[in-house]
């Protein structure tokens, strides 16, 4: 294991990486205007149960659903907790700090990262410890099992005794030099914590830290350190012992999390994580085009482009159909059978800040502006 501090000019370069894929992407061909939608028939009825207000949301939010509660953050360090059944507030309180990354929670405890990297954890709308990291991390930190687990920008994985902020272990994996200025790859399974290392599927022991195995979902190619990179990217999809992720640019694929062996993988450029079923896995392209794989097989079983040169929130897959939204403000739900629109309604004049969740009998989206929205779908 490496406890080692990195140094003051490599966490500079980890924190200028989500700038530097950003000015690559601008330096190519604009991309081409989407088709217009005419008026879409509802096929499948999409309604607005209730709204909130978080706040201006600019860093990569995860919301965490836990049965009927929703926990989530804005930028200027709000934190708050909501019924997911009624959007009324559980709890809500203001950090002395803004927020870079979260928000990670087991249903009591709930966890951020601030921007001047502290580790902070509350419970019932109150502090109960913070620890000071030592490098920065986009990624929501994982409360389970009475530890929280931080992943940060230097590919060290944290884990600390969640009742006294104790610090427990760390282990650092080497890596390509850059990482994304977004949410990646962190859960629980069974007795392993499942944690996404430059573009591989790891599991640790998470008493000690030690990687029990490895798949590769991507490797790294190309002539720089931005073609390099191929983080796994938030949200991933698990079923049983199965997860499914995406390796930003590159691939998405399945892993058997019990056995540590890869099922399939293949190539496929998108940006955003993934969402599935137990027959089914949904992973748009960074153009527009949404593509369905079988989950056993990774057989390619329908692409749809509708929405195509639309910029793409994460999807999420509901028993109606897959959810997701455009950088417009426009939410679509798409069908699961082969991708035909169902419906599309009008939530903000942003995109999202986050992929859907569901809580509580709601499906629950939050836009960059911080407006919170429960849907329902019958």
């Not at 929280?148 to 104790?166: C, K, P, Q, Y």
Request: aromatic share 6%.
């Amino acid at each position: 294991m490496n406890t080692t501090t990195p140094s003051w000019t490599h966490l500079l370069r980890l924190s200028l990486a989500g700038v530097c894929v950003a000015l690559a992407a601008c330096s190519g061909p604009s991309r081409p205007k989407p088709t217009e939608i005419p008026g879409v028939p509802v096929l499948q009825d999409v309604r607005t149960s209730w709204t909130a207000n978080v706040g201006k949301v600019d860093f990569p939010l995860v919301v965490s659903a836990r049965e009927d509660r929703i926990a989530l953050a804005n930028s200027q360090g709000v934190v708050a907790v909501l019924d997911a059944a009624t959007g009324k507030d559980i709890w809500r309180l203001k950090l002395d700090q803004a927020i870079a990354a979260g928000v990670g929670s087991d249903g009591q405890q709930v966890a951020v990262v601030t921007r001047s990297n502290e580790l902070v954890v509350l419970r019932d709308g109150q502090v109960q410890w913070r620890k000071r990291l030592p490098a920065q991390s986009f990624t929501a930190p994982l409360v389970a099992g009475a530890r929280v687990f931080v992943l940060t920008a230097d590919r060290s994985v944290i884990a600390f005794d969640g009742a006294t902020g104790h610090q427990i272990w760390t282990q650092q994996r080497p890596g390509e030099p850059l990482v994304l200025k977004q949410a990646g790859v962190m859960l629980a399974f069974k007795n392993t914590l499942l944690v996404g290392l430059s573009g591989r599927l790891s599991g640790l022991d998470p008493n000690t830290g030690v990687i029990r195995w490895e798949s590769a979902i991507a490797t790294p190619r190309g002539t720089n350190d931005v073609e390099r990179l191929v983080d796994l990217v938030s949200p991933f999809d698990r079923v049983g012992d199965v997860v499914c992720v995406r390796a930003f640019q590159a691939a998405v694929g399945c892993v058997n999390a019990e056995r540590g062996q890869g099922v399939w993988t293949r190539p496929s450029a998108g940006e955003m994580g993934v969402s599935g079923n137990d027959t089914v896995l949904i992973a748009p392209l960074s153009n527009g085009v949404v593509q369905a794989w079988s989950r056993s097989t990774g057989e390619r079983l329908w692409e749809t482009e509708r929405l195509k040169y639309r910029i793409l929130s994460a999807p999420l897959v509901t028993p109606r159909g897959v959810l997701l939204a455009d950088n417009g403000g426009w939410l679509y739900l798409l069908s699961l059978a082969d991708g035909a629109l169902l419906n599309r309604i009008k939530l903000d004049t942003e995109e999202l800040a986050t992929a859907p969740v569901f809580a509580g009998g709601r499906y629950v989206v939050v836009t960059r502006e911080g407006r919170v929205t429960g849907l329902q779908i019958p």
